[in-house]
């Protein structure tokens, strides 16, 4: 079966660095996605991974090991604004997402 | 319009009716998606549509239809809502498979009593 792991909900201080892991199982695999949602609102989208390895952009980064089945995303500089749920999305072999529950960040002054 | 937009923001519905929600995207993308997000579930796909005049079934299809007459419309019906369908329903499209983003609409919020 298809099944996508990360935490329910983590806490960092505002100016720190945290790294939320995601491990998954797909049929197939054409990459992983993470998303960010605020409450009430729509995902929008952070990041897409194909290649093992670390990609950067700007404050956000992205891990993906694919023989592993890991990725994470990795959050520096933490601001009140990134208060959110980060949601892991790999895709299979049908181009289908499959989404994870999502981590709720809440972060601290 | 720019982007996606979804219609109506919010609905509260007697089970036993039929409720249609829209999506409108102007982007030209091709595929398009309907989720369902409930409280601690990730999104969950119901239907899709992988080019005008095509449309599949995702993971939890069963009590819902959509069509896909063009490129910008793809609206899902619910044919008699039942309070299970209580969820709060996003639109979203892409230009492509593979590696291309799905953008999402804001969301419909839907109660059915």
């Known amino acids: 079966g298809q099944n996508i792991d990360q935490p329910t909900e983590m806490t960092a201080t505002e100016g720190a660095i945290v790294q939320i892991n995601c491990t998954y199982q797909?049929?197939?695999?054409?990459?992983l996605f993470w998303y960010q949602q605020h409450a009430g609102e729509a995902p929008t989208f952070l990041s897409y991974?194909?290649l093992d390895g670390l990609e950067e952009k700007g404050r956000f980064s992205s891990f993906l090991s694919r023989s592993k089945g890991y990725s994470y995303l990795l959050l520096k500089e933490l601001q009140m604004k990134d208060s959110a749920s980060y949601l892991c999305?790999?895709?299979?072999?049908?181009?289908?997402?499959?989404w994870g529950a999502g981590t709720k960040l809440i972060i601290k002054p | 319009i720019a982007g996606i937009t979804q219609a109506p923001t919010s609905q509260i519905l007697a089970a036993g009716r039929r409720m249609t929600l829209r999506c409108t995207q102007d982007?030209?993308?091709?595929?398009m998606y309907w989720y369902r997000q409930d409280l601690g579930l990730g999104l969950r796909l119901i239907h899709y549509?992988?080019?005008?005049?095509?449309?599949g079934k995702g993971e939890v299809p069963d009590g819902y239809s959509v069509s896909r007459a063009n490129t910008d419309d793809f609206p899902l019906t619910l044919a008699s809502a039942v309070p299970s369908q209580t969820s709060v329903y996003f639109c979203?499209?892409?230009?492509?498979?593979?590696?291309?983003?799905?953008?999402f609409g804001p969301g419909t919020r839907l109660t059915v009593l």
């Open positions: 982007m030209r993308h091709n595929a």
């Open positions: 979203a499209s892409s230009g492509g498979q593979g590696g291309t983003e799905q953008f």
């Open positions: 991974n194909v």
């Open positions: 797909t049929s197939g695999f054409n990459g």
């Open positions: 549509s992988n080019t005008a005049g095509t449309t």
């Open positions: 999305a790999p895709m299979d072999s049908n181009y289908q997402l499959i």
